[in-house]
């Protein structure tokens, strides 16, 4: 049955899906070295492999075969290769070229930055090896110089020598104080630094909010300057704790000193392991092992969001420049915008109705409860729990007072654990969920070890002292644990035993079978049995996620009916042992003080004062 809850300790029929990852690495793997040609043989069941580091700013790369020879040499050189630059676990896939003659050549744009690349080369030919040379080669296009603008640069300085103004990439080392924000001198210092730049990099902070929450924060506050003439850069890494959650970005079009003409438009493009420097309307975002994730603001559309759930433990980049249908942007050369990029484990918190909805912002309300549904399981589950009044109006009518007591503990926790257990907003705890849990828990084992003792008729001392020792027991098993089966089987084979025993003893001692009227047994013991069977099958066996709110709430009643019917009458020298010793019960709930001394009465003379014992 889908959804069925299956208490714990009992058989039931479990499916286990258990993946397998299994992981072949291969050694001693050859390395490609930038600009030097190495030697390989590639035969049709044994491919080269290769390996080949990218370091940063690399902005494009390439791997060429050359000097291709068969092993016969019968081709004349002719040779049938496939050269596969990247690995089949990437997103995209690796970069395939089919080699004929004797090389070829396979290039990427953009590749992944500070990471190891595979290099396989394959024969196509049969029962033939082919010898060969492959080298590899990268460029960079945009390297920042090992030591950023400082605060204290001359600004003449600055646009005097365009050498010393290098291009500013995203990294540690490439860190500009000053500030650019929409203040005239932040603006003209950010002029004349781009003529000469081919990226502005803006530093970013980040912080660990919990663990998957990460917030990012630039530096500079949070506008951003974007221009037309070079693009703007931000870097995220993102930690591998917070892979389990969803990246955001939230852009926001500042508008309120610089007005965007419709004709313009801010692009910004998100991607993982290396950025896209070349944006505009007709450059997809995307880089050459790697999808990215392209967005703009404009006049008409000021804010975008981007939501990305699971995204690769690695470093983020976001790359924003100003277009314009033309070449030229007119006045509007400088627009301010708001990054927003953040790890969060639930997208706005989850919404109002929490676990109820689906989605990654749960707004998918296709299997969601309605409040009138929830509030009826709320009513339902919590004033169940009242069915106890008669018991304990029961229990107090015949003098079990103990017992009294217990029930209302239970009535009390498990209405206040059942307001507080709901999944949607129809919920009230009055103290902490795990407390109110325990407390219900033990109150309901608890009340069952009272009730089957008591039905035992045993001395009171013997009563009262397996009441304790028997509470603090499953007080200790609970606490290792709580959902185990035997935290409530065990006290009720236990508390069945001792009344079976004293039960046996007096049918034996008496010669008839105990209890001994016929009606104690069908108006009484039977039903009272029955209510507890038809509970204890509900509670183990009917009930499902779908159904638990009405299957729970019977459980309460059956078993709080039980306890009425079970509950043995009261014993006739109550009123002069135990509890009401000294004391004359009514419902007018008047008294009398009679003293007892070694079974005689001491008589008290109002005239003399004299005390006799009689």
């Known amino acids: 049955m889908m959804g069925r809850i299956e208490q714990k300790g009992f058989p039931s029929c479990s499916y286990f899906f258990q993946p397998q990852l299994s992981i072949r690495r291969a050694v001693d793997t050859p390395t490609l070295q930038q600009g030097t040609f190495l030697q390989q043989t590639a ?41 596969r630059l990247g690995s089949v676990s990437l997103q995209h896939g690796p970069v395939t070229v089919n080699c004929s003659g004797t090389g070829c050549s396979a290039s990427l744009s953009n590749p992944p930055w500070d990471a190891w690349l595979r290099v396989v080369v394959e024969s196509n030919q049969d029962n033939r090896t082919v010898t060969f040379s492959v080298v590899s080669n990268y460029t960079v296009g945009c390297k920042p110089k090992s030591v950023g603008l400082r605060a204290d640069d001359d600004l003449n300085k ?88 969803t990246l955001n970005l939230q852009l926001t079009l500042n508008t309120t000193n610089i007005t965007l003409g419709n004709s313009s438009s801010v692009v910004a493009c998100l991607s993982p392991w290396v950025p896209v420097l070349e944006l505009n309307h007709s450059q997809p975002c995307r880089t050459a092992l790697f ?19 699971f995204p690769h433990s690695t470093t983020w980049y976001l790359t924003l420049q100003l277009t314009c249908n033309g070449s030229d942007c007119g006045n509007t050369s400088l627009v301010s915008v708001v990054p927003e990029v953040f790890v969060s484990a639930c997208v706005e918190d989850c919404g109002t109705y929490g676990e109820c909805w689906n989605g990654w912002g749960c707004t998918d309300d296709s299997t969601a409860q309605s409040y009138r549904r929830q509030l009826t399981a709320t009513m339902l589950l919590t004033f169940s729990n009242l069915s106890f009044l008669p018991a304990i109006v029961v229990a107090i009518r015949r003098w079990y007072i103990t017992e009294a007591s217990v029930y209302l503990f239970t009535m009390f926790f498990s209405t206040f654990y059942h307001a507080c257990d709901q999944p949607g907003i129809a919920v009230m705890c009055i103290m902490e969920y795990d407390a109110l849990q325990y407390c219900d828990f033990l109150g309901s084992i608890c009340s069952i070890w009272v009730t089957i003792l008591c039905m035992a008729r045993i001395r009171d001392t013997f009563k009262y002292t397996l009441f304790m020792f028997g509470t603090l027991l499953i007080a200790m098993s609970m606490q290792l644990d709580r959902k185990g089966l035997w935290n409530l089987l065990g006290p009720v084979l236990c508390a069945i035993l001792i009344m079976v025993t004293t039960w046996v003893y007096r049918g034996v001692r008496r010669r008839h079978c105990y209890p001994p009227s016929w009606k104690r047994w069908v108006f009484y013991l039977i039903p009272g049995a029955l209510c507890a069977l038809i509970g204890v099958c509900l509670y183990i066996f009917a009930e499902t996620e779908g159904n638990y709110y009405y299957t729970h709430s019977l459980w309460h009643i059956l078993v709080a009916t039980c306890v009425v019917f079970l509950l043995p009458p009261k014993e006739k020298e109550r009123e002069t042992e135990g509890w009401s010793r000294g004391w004359s019960w009514s419902w007018n709930w008047s008294w009398s003080w009679r003293p007892r001394v070694c079974g005689y009465t001491l008589c008290q003379s109002s005239k003399d004062e004299l005390y006799t014992v009689t």
């Open 43 to 83: 035969a049709p069941d044994q491919p080269a492999r290769l390996k080949l580091y990218v370091p940063e700013f690399a902005s494009s790369l390439s791997v060429s075969v050359a000097n291709c020879l068969s092993g016969d040499g019968v081709d004349g050189g002719n040779c049938s290769l496939v050269l």
């Open 158 to 245: 600055l646009r005097g020598n365009s050498s010393y103004i290098n291009s500013t990439l995203a990294g540690n080392s490439t860190v500009v104080t000053d500030t650019v924000a929409s203040s005239k001198e932040s603006v003209s210092l950010l002029t004349p630094l781009l003529a000469s730049a081919c990226v502005w990099s803006i530093p970013v902070l980040h912080e660990e909010v919990d663990v998957l929450s990460v917030r990012f924060t630039p530096v500079n506050g949070p506008n951003v300057s974007v221009t037309d003439t070079n693009p703007t850069l931000l870097t995220y890494p993102l930690p591998t704790q917070a892979t389990g959650g």
């Open 291 to 309: 999808g990215g994730y392209g967005v703009h603001v404009n006049a008409s559309v000021p804010k975008t969001v981007i939501r990305l759930p």
